[in-house]
């Protein structure tokens, strides 16, 4: 696969380098020892070759032993001298963490930000998207599992600085630059240095994400977006620890402090059936995210495909999606989409006071946008979202 630009948006569609519905990201088993456990981290003591990449890590503690501890990820990997942590994407090497990524660009081009998808930030703009090599976890149905399972070296990449980045996002007139495709926690040090020059140059930043982020590092990494996407996987953790090899307690303080810190939040939810479809699960998730987070946050649910290693599971059936809908509609969630269904009227946004529909959209394309001023025009509801480059 190598990196490509459309030079179509917003006249055509955006092309695509790898595999659509990215918010089906990918996800690995906590309990093993977790610099060991990763097929990556057995390419560990391979040489990259092309020191461009390589750049110190900046979450991590030195222990006495020459380990390093790794404190970007709930994992907190220690690898010794020439091992890598279960991502696969940061090395120890001396003593030193450093990160294999920095600027190593192994996917890019403009998709509109709806595919994100961000239904609630600038609809109907392009988002300047870019990814590095590896995942945090591992999930059975990824499908980029092709970039999210390899080993920096084994993803065909190329040198894109974030004066790259920045420099294609303006050229190609997209107002935001997203950390999409793969887990850009993993990347962060080139995910901040590329959103700080995005920031002082007028542009906007996206993270689409699996939220298994440490504590430590949450304000420094989302802290410099301005919209994060959430792939929130179940609301189990028997499924996190066997079909995403994560955990769900640490995506769900993510959530939280995401929502303290005032970060504009979409929750995708891939439905998979028979795994993490079930009423009970998703009374008690819609129930979570209104307590917790409240009942402005967007939450899509979005059909799953067979890939990667669960090809034998069905697509999900359209009305187990529209069963999800209703349940979270009924706890009192004001904003249920269904994602990966062309067509499918949930996929509009209505006023949650009077019905009216205000946002309508077929696949990516918006066909009309009524918000005004963040609000209604019909009622005066105010709409939460970012909905114009001013907001
Ligand atoms: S980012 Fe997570 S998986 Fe990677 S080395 Fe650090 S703690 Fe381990």
Redesign the pocket.
Known sequence: MTPRYSSRWPSGSASTLIPDSPQAASTASVAEP??VA?PVAAAARRSNGDERFVTE?R??HKLSNGRVH????????N?GDGV???????ENRGGV?YTLVHSRVCAAHIDPVEKKPLFHYLPGTGAFSVATA?C?VNCKFCQNWELSQAAPEDAPAEFMPPEKVLNLALQYHCPTIAFTYTEP??ASEFVVDTAELAHRNGLRTIAISNG?I?KDALEAVYGRMDAVKIDLKAFSESYYRKTVAGELKPVLETLVALAKLGKWTEIVYLLVPALNDGDEELTALARWIKENLGADVPLHFSQFHPDYKMLDVAVTPVPSLERAKQISDAVGLHFVYIGNVPGHPAQNTCCPQCGSMLVERTGFEIQKMLIRDGACPFCAHAIPGIWCATT
């Open positions: 977790a610099f990763s890590a979450f991590y790794c404190t970007l990820c709930p994992r907190e990997c690898p890598r942590g279960y991502c696969g994407v940061r963490l590896g945090n926690i993993i298994y440490h």
